[in-house]
């Protein structure tokens, strides 16, 4: 069975810097999508970025991108010039498919709070 | 609104009784997902339903738990004589299918069910 493992429950950034959050993930397909939610307080589930596994180049969402290295099964979100409106959870979720005919398995989360 | 929309927002009822949720996909989807949020963890897959259809049920607890999504009207996830375990935030997400099915979930802004 398919796992997510976020190994940071907190994390903490200066605002304008940048911060790196850690997912890891294993799964014996070879072609899946990986995930990044931020559930702000008001509880929200928000897309912040996708990834297809079969893609080597990393995603990118303006301020927000990913270290994608599949040998290692490893998934990172890189939030650059932190801003306070990005204290929130978010998850690292993964699927086989890209959105539709299958469920997601998420991480316990990491809660980023910004500092102004 | 066009998003997923989940009501009530916020749903108290006492052991033994039954609790009802609805959730009404976006325009245009026809797969919707069920998500349970227990607190300080991540999202876990309860179940996938499409019209009057269950997908993928492997998620759900086998007693008092039904969920279904009925040709006309919401999706309802139903929870019969609930106990104080089943007290967390329950979220949908819908998906549109064919040639879109490629894309995310978007999620509702979830239910938050207290047992008293």
């Known amino acids: 069975a398919q796992t997510v493992t976020q190994s940071q429950p907190e994390m903490s950034v200066q605002e304008a810097e940048t911060v790196t959050l850690s997912c890891t993930y294993d799964?014996?397909?070879?072609?899946?999508?990986l995930f990044w939610y931020k559930q702000p307080p008001s509880r929200q589930m928000i897309l912040v970025i996708r990834?297809?596994?079969?893609?080597?180049q990393n995603a990118t969402e303006n301020r927000f991108s990913v270290n994608f290295q599949k040998a290692a099964k490893s998934f990172s979100l890189k939030i650059s010039d932190s801003q306070l409106g990005d204290a929130a959870m978010y998850f690292c979720?993964?699927?086989?498919?890209?959105?539709?005919?299958?469920?997601?398995?998420f991480g316990k989360g990491t809660k980023l709070s910004v500092k102004p | 609104n066009a998003g997923v929309m989940q009501n009530p927002r916020h749903l108290v009822r006492r052991r033994g009784q039954e609790a009802r949720l609805r959730c009404s996909p976006m325009?245009?989807?026809?797969?919707v997902y069920w998500y349970r949020q227990l607190p300080e963890e991540g999202l876990k897959f309860m179940v996938y339903l499409q019209k009057e259809n269950i997908i993928d049920e492997s998620g759900m607890p086998k007693e008092r738990f039904s969920a279904e999504f009925p040709k006309e009207g919401p999706s309802i996830l139903r929870i019969q004589q609930v106990v104080r375990g089943d007290s967390a935030a329950y979220f949908c997400?819908?998906?549109?299918?064919?040639?879109?099915?490629?894309?995310?979930?978007?999620f509702g802004d979830g239910t938050r069910l207290s047992i008293l």
């Open positions: 990834q297809e596994a079969y893609k080597q």
């Open positions: 325009k245009g989807h026809s797969h």
């Open positions: 997400a819908s998906s549109p299918r064919g040639e879109n099915s490629n894309q995310p979930q978007h």
């Open positions: 979720a993964y699927s086989n498919y890209g959105g539709s005919q299958g469920n997601l398995i």
């Open positions: 799964t014996s397909e070879s072609d899946y999508y």
